[in-house]
């Protein structure tokens, strides 16, 4: 049963499903995730945001969405898929709230409800099963607009896995683990 | 032989309506040692001398009145029973609100309150005599710290004709108000202000001033405080320095000014800042050559007055006061290595900036980039930095929001056309004029910001920028600035440690002290004659501070308002013949109020509050209080039992449990008579025997009505009860009694409804149990 809390997206008309946010915090607190209660949007994770720069992340808005029982919407936004993982919201946040493990936890949510992955991950999964790796190594900008790569940063060579079908098999097999664990 | 006369009052048909008086009379009658008498009503004057003469004529040295709440009458009948007796030899049955009130058949009600009465005869049978003692109260007061508050306090409690011994760390009285430029809400300047009460501290002949002294060692009682001051050589004379500034031209030595927090450079010898108090150079030895190398001296050589004196020693103080006011004030904290970049020059605190503002201060006034002078284009403010931030201080600062105003306006005024940007998350004005205030800074075009950055980055040129994204405007901006202002969060003084440690009062986890209470003793410590005032208790603004020194001189005036102070001996006592000399009564005592004395642990009358902490923690059973021993709890427990057999003792704390109780009568909300409310002044003081005896004496359960938790009436009162009631429990198991029938209810005072409730649904909840249990 879903409570009635007298609200309405007008933009969408649906209403926010309060029991949603509830088996949300249920999971965060079973997995040790600093629960989204304590934001009081300052802000300051999207200001260090990685994705909002290019792909409009806004990791706060994404914590008062799912505070208010907007948390399906959440599940099924196309942005949060655009978070890099760079835990700077985590490291930074004064709440000690963890928009970036929240975020984890709401896309799998999408995927166990079994709609496909969004077609840049299936291609980081293809790439991480055959080369080891989401990408193959690339330049950076610096702040002044030059290319560099890792040796001109003075960074060492990537190796990658020896044995490549030992690898993408411990993969496949921790995949289905969590799976059957969810 | 002693005799305890009855007195039971018919308050018209409040309780006669209810309860059979005369019948009450038939079955006390039966008791030997009773005088029992009864009046319309008890409380007028005729009921009172009737008192009075039956207990002249029928020889009565104890006294039961049986009628309405204490709350109500307690002390007309203490006044009447002290023209004859002890204050103490008399107790109070409470069959008004406790019985008639809330119960409508007349067999029940005139059950209950024979119990009733039958217990408190019980109860004032073990009554001893409690005497009164005259404490001696020294008509001096230690202040520790002399910025506003410690001022202000100081100068109230000359005024009013105490000794005061103002004892401030630093070379200088004023603390950090004479860092400030100006002061928000008026825009006044601070030191205007400032200055004219720190030379009235200096001239008052009341005041004795002492600076670069700290407080070594606190020892005594409230009334009766030994401190020892150790004060640290200034190797300058203040009344032979005419700070003409010579000593400092030659120093050799040239050090930070810690006064300007590193914006500007001094000398090893300097005059701390203008206009300080005493008006006087100062060495700071650990930059002096001489104390260091043990060469130099210019200064001595140089001064035309003669009053560097490089001979100086160090001199121990020992003072006897009455009572002791902390007032030590805060810092900014330090937020180095985070993402703030502090270590930039040009990123800088609240404080820095008041110096930048000040017309005396290292710029002259002149706002710049510390880097390297410039004037800064771009300015803009960060708030809550290590403020509402569980990595650094989860509190509110307070004061940063107002501030930041100010200074804003300030920097409008100074620079037209300068970008002033002010990134925030709320803008809290809750104060006097603040809003108003508030609303003056938006006319200033001043950029605001919603959001704040996530981290500040610096270029090689050493221009600073950062991201933040603008909840208004709904857009990440990039901000430059060349001169940042961090509101960074505020903290107590550096010397709060040791001040906790000498002064035995508590601080909360912010490293803030706690007060006696937030609401109604916020400048008392929980001890006696230590009080507290101005930032020492959190982040403040001046007025609030000037406010609290007014409150915490008015209590100090009270405690010192005569030499000697009366005081009711109803409080704990140590049997020295029992007592192990464990400590722990002295350890757990909220209150300070338990010292060593001659070899054997005391309780110190004045500061004791019989909240019973030390009865029930005792571990041998050596503590007593000497207005409810064990012994009357015991009597009144048995006494309401041998009466009324199957009853649920309902132990109720005086503040919240017992007055909703009494709520509950006012109001008229029935409950079952069974439920006999017995009253403590804290629910502490119950020890597991009087959580496990009551059963074996026919009692169906045992209710604790104490107040909430989050009221600290007595510290961390239903922590330890539940520690106690843990401990009863597991007796209770072990003798195969159902250890669920203790319950502990957190009730406030108002909630009569709430009692009726909960003991509505334990008696029955306890009552269908009990006849399945042989």
Not at chain 1, 113 to 141: A, H, R, V
């Given at each position: ?182 | ?146 910025g506003i ?20 760390r630093g070379p200088s009285i004023g603390g950090n108000m004479t860092r400030l430029g100006r002061t928000f809400?008026?825009d006044d300047c601070a030191m205007c202000t400032v200055s ?58 040239t050090i930070d000014n810690e006064f300007d927090l590193g914006l500007g450079k001094t000398k090893?010898?300097h005059i701390p800042f203008e206009s300080c ?7 700071q030895?650990?930059s ?40 030590t004030g805060y810092r900014q904290r330090d937020m180095s290595g985070t993402e703030y970049n502090m270590e930039h020059p040009n990123v800088i605190t609240g404080l820095q900036l008041e110096r930048m503002i000040t017309p005396s201060g290292p710029t002259g006034g002149k706002i710049i980039c510390p880097s390297d002078g410039r004037i800064p284009k771009n300015i803009t403010f960060v708030q809550c930095v290590g403020s509402r931030d569980?990595?650094h201080n989860?509190?509110c600062s307070n004061i940063c929001c107002m501030y930041t105003a100010k200074n804003s306006k300030i920097i409008r005024a100074k620079m037209?056309?300068a970008n002033i940007n002010v990134c925030y ?16 800074m938006?006319?200033n075009?001043i950029?605001?910001i919603?959001?704040i950055p996530?981290e500040i980055m610096d270029?090689?040129?050493g221009s600073l920028y950062f ?12 901000v430059d600035s060349d001169l940042i202002i961090m509101a960074t969060s505020i903290e107590p003084s550096s010397g ?38 101005g930032t020492?208790?959190?982040p403040k603004a001046i007025?609030?501070c ?229």
């Open positions: 049963m879903t409570e009635d809390l007298s609200i309405t997206d007008l933009f969408s008309m649906s209403k926010p499903v309060k029991t949603d946010t509830r088996s949300l915090e249920k999971q965060l607190r079973i997995l040790g995730i600093g629960s989204p209660d304590l934001c009081f949007q300052c802000s300051k994770c999207t200001s260090g945001c990685e994705a909002m720069k290019l792909l409009e992340l806004e990791p706060h808005s994404v914590m008062a969405s799912v505070k208010s029982g907007f948390v399906q919407e959440m599940v099924n936004s196309d942005v949060l898929w655009s978070c890099i993982g760079c835990y700077k919201c985590k490291e930074r946040c004064p709440q000690n709230v963890s928009p970036v493990e929240i975020m984890y936890v709401l896309k799998n949510w999408y995927v166990a409800s079994g709609k496909p992955i969004p077609g840049d991950y299936q291609m980081m999964l293809q790439n991480m099963m055959t080369k080891g790796f989401i990408q193959e190594n690339k330049e950076i900008l610096d702040d002044e607009g030059i290319s560099k790569d890792r040796g001109a940063l003075c960074l060492p060579d990537i190796g990658g896995p020896q044995d490549m079908n030992k690898f993408s098999l411990i993969i496949s097999r921790i995949a289905v683990e969590k799976l059957e664990s969810d | 032989m002693s005799k305890i006369g009855v007195f039971i009052c018919h308050c018209g048909d409040n309780i006669a309506g209810t309860v059979d008086v005369g019948k009450l009379k038939d079955y006390l009658s039966n008791i030997d040692d009773l005088v029992i008498t009864d009046h319309m009503f008890l409380c007028s004057e005729a009921g009172q001398e009737q008192i009075v003469r039956t207990i002249d004529s029928k020889d009565i040295d104890r006294v039961v009145i049986a009628s309405c709440s204490p709350m109500h009458h307690e002390d007309i009948f203490q006044n009447c029973i002290k023209r004859r007796l002890n204050p103490f030899m008399w107790e109070m049955a409470n069959i008004r609100e406790h019985c008639s009130w809330v119960h409508s058949n007349k067999e029940e009600g005139t059950e209950k309150a024979l119990s009733l009465i039958k217990g408190a005869i019980e109860k004032v049978r073990y009554q001893e005599p409690i005497d009164t003692a005259v404490v001696p109260i020294k008509q001096e007061v230690l202040v520790i710290g002399g508050s410690g001022m202000h306090a100081s100068l109230e409690m000359a005024d009013k004709g105490s000794k005061v011994h103002l004892v401030e809400p008026t004219p009460i720190m030379n009235k501290v200096k001239a008052h002949p009341m005041i004795e001033l002492l600076t670069l002294s700290e407080v070594e060692e606190m020892s005594g009682t409230p009334g009766d405080f030994k401190a020892i001051i150790r004060k640290h050589p200034r190797y300058v004379d203040p009344d032979r320095c005419t700070s003409c500034g010579l000593c400092v031209q030659k120093c050799p030595v090893a010898i108090v005493p008006n006087s150079t100062y060495i030895e650990r002096c050559l001489r104390f260091q190398k043990g060469v130099c001296g210019i200064c001595e050589k140089v001064c035309p007055a003669g009053a560097v004196d490089l001979g100086q020693k160090e001199q121990v103080i020992e003072l006897t006061v009455g009572a002791v006011i902390v007032s569980r990595r989860s509190y037209p056309d998350i709320d803008i809290r004005a809750p104060g006097k004029m603040y809003e108003e205030y508030y609303a003056t938006r006319e075009n950029k605001m919603m959001g996530s270029r090689p040129d991201d933040v994204f603008d909840k208004a405007t709904k857009k990440l901006l990039r709060m440690e040791s001040i906790l440690r000498m002064l035995h009062i508590p601080a909360g986890e912010e490293g803030f002290l706690i007060p006696r209470h937030v609401k109604i003793a916020p400048v008392d410590t929980p001890t006696e004659g230590i009080f507290t005032a020492s208790l959190g007025q609030e000037i406010t609290d020194a007014g409150a915490v001189a008015s209590r100090v005036a009270t405690l010192l308002k005569s030499n000697t102070k009366s005081v009711y001996l109803d409080t704990a006592v140590i049997d020295p013949e029992r007592c192990t000399e464990c400590g722990i009564c002295q350890r757990e005592c909220n209150y300070n109020a338990i010292t060593m004395d001659g070899g054997k642990f005391k309780v110190v009358d004045l500061s004791c509050r019989s909240c019973g902490k030390c009865v029930s923690i005792c571990p041998a059973g050596a503590i007593t209080l000497r207005s409810l021993s064990a012994k009357q709890i015991k009597g009144l427990v048995g006494g309401i039992l041998s009466v009324a057999p199957g009853s649920v003792i309902a132990y109720s704390t005086s503040a919240c449990g017992y007055m909703a109780a009494d709520i509950a009568g006012t109001s008229r909300k029935e409950y079952p008579p069974d439920i006999k409310i017995i009253k403590l002044t804290c629910a502490c003081q119950l020890t597991v025997e009087d959580l496990v005896d009551p059963f074996e004496m026919g009692a169906n359960g045992i209710l604790i009505l104490s107040c909430p938790e989050a009221l600290h009436h007595y510290v961390d009162e239903v922590k330890f009860t539940k520690e106690t009631i843990g401990k009863a429990k597991d007796v209770l198991r072990k003798k195969g009694i159902d250890p669920d029938r203790i319950r502990l209810v957190e009730i406030v005072s108002p909630d009569g409804a709430k009692l009726q409730k909960v003991s509505t649904e334990l008696s029955e909840a306890w009552k269908e149990t009990a006849e399945v249990v042989p």
